[in-house]
């Protein structure tokens, strides 16, 4: 059997989606005809993620979204058959069996129930009746083999459960304990009157326990849901419970957290004040205590800057040069980007007016439908949405791609002279997760915004939009023809590593390998293909502070020593050893300290060279 090609810069969410192919009649896995494009992280034939995969069984159909474990209870509405299941090419097979020789969960059903000492005769008789081997057996068993998750049959049973010991005598419980024993919730149908149990079944909801009274259900009359494991905890998808109780007053005014956490420590009691400096000055402190202090400090120091009438934006940018506070980049960004203006009083009013101006640049330009867009544009944005950030479950959710949509495509109307250029999505995902930090007690990547009201998603949209039209303002020569921002800064970069490490230039040099083939990305999306976007957010509050031109200028620094601190492995390897590496580097693992120990390099060389201007000529 023959494995799929691997994907090496796809990495799908755990436990949440599953590859589903089809079946050739000769039963391997890999279909060329099916995904004739595995190399492409996102192309026209992939199945867009979803926030959870579904396939349908049997000819109710059903939803089954692969959990952590195994357990089938009736879905409250049946879902149309998907086109790869509606039909089974291969032959009627049982639930397989692991190589092992572990048996199914109807055969251990069955050995259960004849080793219970109140097992009826009768109850066996109708598992033995509904041979595996059956049509709608073979469809269920097809269901399992087709998705890329652990068969039912290779879960040990259970032999500690009060069934298996013989120790469980009344039905019902008895029922109860087969159940949690062999992970299954077994649906059952009344004799009497099927079509009055599959309507009350579908109204409340709610798994039957199979009795002496009832009769089996075949496969194709199951509908299967969630799989879990029994005993395991189900994992809740978060929701509405992460939003912030604060969520509508920091809608209105985003200093509200500061403005609280400043009266909060006006408060305190002087001798609270007093313990604290005492045990300050003890040696004993560990060092969490005193990097927790030393970003109190910090912030403490954000929130005095930010809340004074007129903020001192050279004060700001020597604060946010060594990294600024979670809670309050939501509103330094902004602020240091000129969206945000200086004056408290003129903040709100201004903030107010510029998102109800995207909203209605929004309402203008999708008022038609998508048929009366650009289509040019349009479709580039909607094969480059799917790619960004691939793995990350916030850029999975289709609420997300959707705003992200709207944000790129009213911008490129907004820019005819660049329009939409592929790597402008990787620039507006910082802003957006940082905008969507404001609302919620957890971490942006693992966050669903469908759960937030409509108001705080326009808002979290506007305030992107806006701020990604800012910092392109001063790097727009890099998406514009022929892009000549990104020449200039690629061949500069050139001339300064041959300055700094010319034994690594010439190196390069030697094997043939141009700056173009590995610089032109990181000038084109600012490194975001190479580090996180937590790293990129930490580089960019020192990027804002550094002035408007520091998304050109200084960022060809911090690319010249990103370059140089691999000089020593580069110099060791041939031309496709050297485009391998770059492009593939180890960085995701990075922290803050990397980040800084690259930027503070960076800020050496622009000190050294930014005013030694013909020592860049060649």
Not at 160 to 187: F, I, Y
Not at 487 to 512: F, G, T
Request: proline share 6%; charged share 20%; aromatic share 8%.
């Amino acid at each position: 059997m023959t494995a799929p090609p691997a994907r090496p810069h796809v990495l799908p969410r755990q436990s949440t989606h599953f590859s589903i192919r089809s079946r050739d009649v000769s039963g391997d896995w890999w279909n060329e005809d099916v995904d004739d494009d595995a190399w492409d992280s996102a192309s026209d034939h992939e199945i867009e993620p979803q926030t959870s995969s579904t396939l349908s069984v049997g000819k109710q159909g059903a939803q089954n979204r692969i959990g952590s474990g195994l357990r089938i209870s009736p879905a409250k509405q049946s879902a149309p058959l998907a086109p790869s299941l509606s039909s089974n090419p291969t032959s009627s097979k049982p639930i397989p069996v692991s190589p092992n020789g572990r048996r199914s969960p109807r055969h251990q059903l069955i050995s259960n129930l004849s080793q219970s000492n109140n097992s009826s005769p009768s109850t066996i008789d109708q598992l033995q009746s509904h041979p595996s081997s059956s049509n709608s057996g073979g469809n269920l068993s097809f269901s399992y083999t087709h998705v890329y998750a652990p068969s039912p049959s290779s879960y040990p049973p259970n032999d500690d459960s009060p069934l298996a010991q013989g120790k469980v005598h009344d039905p019902e419980a008895g029922s109860l304990a087969l159940r949690q024993a062999s992970g299954w919730t077994l649906l059952s149908r009344n004799q009497d009157d099927s079509h009055s149990r599959d309507t009350e079944t579908e109204d409340s909801g709610q798994s039957t326990i199979l009795s002496q009274s009832d009769t089996l259900v075949t496969a194709d009359e199951l509908v299967v849901t969630e799989l879990e494991v029994a005993g395991s905890e189900k994992r809740t998808k978060p929701g509405k419970s992460l939003i912030r109780p604060e969520a509508d007053q920091i809608l209105n005014d985003p200093l509200y957290l500061a403005r609280q956490a400043v009266e909060q420590r006006r408060l305190r009691s002087p001798e609270l004040t007093a313990s604290t400096s005492s045990a300050s000055l003890s040696l004993s402190r560990s060092n969490s205590v005193q990097a927790r202090e030393k970003r109190d400090r910090k912030e403490e120091k954000f929130q005095d800057c930010l809340l004074t009438d007129d903020i001192n934006i050279n004060s700001l940018k020597t604060l946010a040069w060594s990294g600024i506070p979670k809670s309050l980049r939501p509103t330094v960004w902004p602020i240091l980007l000129g969206y945000f203006p200086l004056s408290s009083s003129a903040r709100v009013p201004v903030m107010q007016r510029k998102r109800q101006e995207y909203q209605r640049l929004v309402e203008l330009t999708f008022a038609k439908g998508k048929d009366n867009l650009d289509q040019q544009i349009w479709h580039q944005i909607e094969i480059d949405v799917p790619r960004t950030r691939p793995g990350v479950r916030l850029w999975m959710e289709a609420a997300t791609q959707r705003s992200l949509e709207r944000i790129l495509y009213v911008w490129a109307i907004r820019h005819p002279t660049s329009g939409y250029v592929q790597g402008i999505n990787d620039l507006a995902t910082p802003f957006f997760q940082i905008f969507l930090s404001a609302y919620i007690d957890a971490d942006p990547e693992d966050f669903d915004p469908s759960v937030l009201s409509d108001d705080i998603v326009t808002a979290i949209e506007a305030d992107s939009f806006w701020c990604l039209s800012k910092l392109l303002d001063g790097i727009q020569d890099n998406y514009i023809t022929d892009q000549p921002g990104i020449q200039r800064s690629v061949k500069r970069m050139r001339e300064l590593v041959s300055r700094i490490d010319a034994p690594l230039a010439n190196h390069l040099e030697s094997q043939n390998v141009e700056f173009m083939q590995f610089a032109f990305r990181w000038m084109n999306c600012l490194l975001m293909r190479e580090i996180s976007v937590k790293n990129t957010i930490r580089m960019w509050d020192t990027y804002l502070s550094e002035g408007p031109d520091a998304f050109s200028q200084f960022h060809l620094y911090v690319c010249s020593a990103f370059l140089v601190k691999w000089s020593q492995k580069l110099r060791q390897m041939d031309f496709q050893g050297i485009i391998m590496f770059l492009q593939s580097l180890p960085t995701q693992g990075w922290n803050d300290d990397e980040i800084e120990l690259l930027l503070s390099e960076a800020f050496v060389l622009s000190t050294t060279w930014a005013n030694a201007q013909s020592h860049f000529i060649s």
